[in-house]
């Protein structure tokens, strides 16, 4: 079992991006890191810092529960300029498997993103 990430738009042939959860758990957790927050002191991961007193862009998908709900069109784009400029900073590296993986993970999410910006749909956690 794990999750899947995908546009709102009803159409099969959309891209989307999953992982297993603790695959995703982490993704977010390296996420976190690159935005210079650490996933274990935030309110919901076990620590008592509330998202409101961090300021970055991906809060909405690193705060978000990992098995319901979903994020807005206007969420998705205020994030979409962030995650394509971690994709600028950190080029895949074939002698590290684990950045290649995480790269990849965030190029998958900026194109389900795009989608959802693009015809203006939610992005689905199911």
């Known amino acids: 079992m794990g999750l899947m990430l995908f546009p709102g738009d009803n159409d099969v042939a959309s891209p989307d991006v999953s992982w297993s959860y ?27 810092r509330q998202w409101s007193s961090v300021s970055t862009t991906l809060a909405p998908l690193l705060s978000h529960p990992d098995d319901e709900g979903d994020l807005t069109p206007a969420q998705c784009a205020a994030m979409l ?25 965030v190029s998958e999410l900026v ?10 749909v939610e992005l689905i956690f199911g």
Request: net charge negative; aromatic share 6%.
């Open 111 to 120: 194109a389900v993103l795009r989608i959802c910006v693009d015809k203006d």
């Open 22 to 48: 603790t695959g995703f758990n982490m993704f977010r957790k390296w996420l976190a890191q690159v935005e210079g927050l650490s996933l274990a002191e935030m309110d919901g991961f076990g620590g008592d």
């Open 81 to 105: 300029p962030r995650l394509e400029e971690i994709l600028d900073q950190h080029e895949p590296d074939d002698s590290d498997p684990v950045l290649r993986r995480r790269t990849e993970d």
